[in-house]
C-alpha cells in the first residue's frame, strides 16, 4: 500500500481522489493548502504527492513543488499536479518547477488512476 498526499483546497476534489485512490489500495491524507502539505510530507514521506497548482496564500502547488524537490527527503517523490490550467506555457513552469506529470481538469477517475499508477511503478512504490 502507498501513501499518498493529495493536496487540494477544493473540498469535494480533494474527497473524490481521496475515494479513488483508497479504491486503488492507497493510504490518502488529504490536505487543503500548500502549508499542510509540507507538513504531511515532513511527518511522513509520502510515495506520491498530488497538488492543486491554484491554491490561495503564498504556497501553491508550484511553490510546494520547488520546496520538495530543494528537499533531500522527499527530491525523488513523485509530484502529480493538477490543474485547469491548460496552456503550453502553463504545462511547462508545471515541469520546470519539478513535475513528474500534470493532470489538467476536469478529470476522470481513469485517468487518475491511470498517471497515480504509473508513477507508483515508475518508482517501485
Known amino acids: 500500500m502507498s501513501h499518498v498526499v493529495v493536496a487540494d483546497d477544493e473540498p469535494?476534489?480533494?474527497?473524490?481522489?481521496?475515494?479513488?485512490?483508497?479504491?486503488?489500495?492507497?493510504?490518502?491524507?488529504?490536505v487543503r493548502s500548500g502549508a499542510a502539505a509540507l507538513a504531511a510530507c515532513a511527518e511522513r514521506v509520502p510515495d506520491l504527492v498530488m497538488l492543486d497548482v491554484g491554491m490561495p496564500g503564498e504556497l501553491d502547488g508550484l511553490e510546494v513543488?520547488?520546496?520538495l524537490r530543494a528537499d533531500p527527503a522527499t527530491t525523488r517523490v513523485p509530484v502529480l499536479l493538477l490543474t485547469a490550467r491548460r496552456t503550453e506555457a502553463d504545462v511547462a513552469v508545471g515541469f520546470e518547477a519539478g513535475a513528474s506529470d500534470?493532470?489538467?481538469?476536469?478529470?476522470?477517475?481513469?485517468?487518475?488512476?491511470?498517471?497515480?499508477?504509473?508513477?507508483?511503478?515508475?518508482?517501485?512504490?
Open 65 to 67: 513543488t520547488r520546496r
Open 102 to 125: 500534470y493532470l489538467v481538469k476536469p478529470f476522470t477517475a481513469r485517468e487518475v488512476s491511470d498517471r497515480v499508477t504509473a508513477l507508483l511503478e515508475a518508482t517501485g512504490s
Open 12 to 30: 469535494g476534489l480533494g474527497d473524490l481522489l481521496e475515494l479513488v485512490l483508497h479504491r486503488l489500495g492507497h493510504d490518502v491524507v488529504v
